[in-house]
Every structure is written in C-alpha cells, then in structure tokens.
C-alpha cells in the first residue's frame, strides 16, 4: 500500500511558476510509474503528465508541454511538478497517482490504470 502526500499548491498570478511535489510511503515507489493529473469545477480528471520508474521516459497532456516539467527522486521517493508560464485555464486541483501495474517502461494516461491517488493540492492561476 502507497501512500501519496501533494504539496507545493497556491494562487500564482498568471505568467508565474509552481512546483508540486508528491510524497511517497508505504510501498515500493521507485518501481511505479508516476503521474499528475488535474481536475477543474464541472470537469473530468484529465491527464497532465507521466514518468517511468527510471525517469527516462516522460510524456505530457498536449495543453501543458513545454510549460510543465515532471521529475522524479527515488532516493526521496518524491515526484515533482515543475509548472512555468502558468495560464488562468490551470487552475484545478492537482493530483499525483503511482501506476502499480505498468509493465517496464511503459507509461500510461488513463486515469482508470492507477491504483494509488494522493488527496490533491489545489493551484490556483489569476489572470
């Protein structure tokens, strides 16, 4: 059992940066992929972005690319969001999850295929 712990939300004018991190415990977290996904008022859980247990492979929602940079610290058992050039269409409430049935290298965007989900950390962008 993983236990997922956000921090590092806030209100940040539109422009600015945020870093998220995510607290692991409990379980093996440098074999689990990691994802972040968010979740806006009246809106489905989307994907955000994704890194492989190594942290050599990454992928991310075509709305945040090049803005948003995922990482990862498996001495620390902490994944970070790192969120620049921040835009009012941000704004949600971020959640990390560890993706305990990849296999290898894969990494997955579908909510639906993570198991472990902290309890969320709000980031707020104002225009």
């Known amino acids: 059992q993983v236990q997922l712990v956000e921090s590092g939300g806030g209100l940040v004018q539109a422009g600015g940066s945020l870093r998220l991190s995510c607290a692991a415990s409990?379980?093996?977290?440098?074999?689990?992929?990691m994802g972040w996904f968010r979740q806006a008022p009246g809106k489905e859980r989307e994907f955000v972005a994704v890194i492989s247990w190594s942290g050599a492979t990454t992928d991310y929602a075509d709305s945040v690319r090049g803005r948003f940079t995922i990482s990862r610290d498996n001495a620390k058992n902490t994944a970070y969001l790192q969120m620049n050039s921040l835009k009012p269409e941000d704004t949600a409430v971020y959640y990390c999850?560890?993706?305990?049935?990849?296999?290898?290298?894969?990494?997955?965007?579908?909510?639906?295929?993570?198991?472990?989900w902290g309890q969320g950390a709000q980031v707020t962008v104002s225009s």
């Open positions: 409990g379980g093996t977290f440098r074999w689990y992929p």
């Open positions: 999850a560890a993706d305990r049935t990849s296999i290898g290298a894969v990494v997955r965007t579908s909510p639906v295929q993570y198991e472990y």
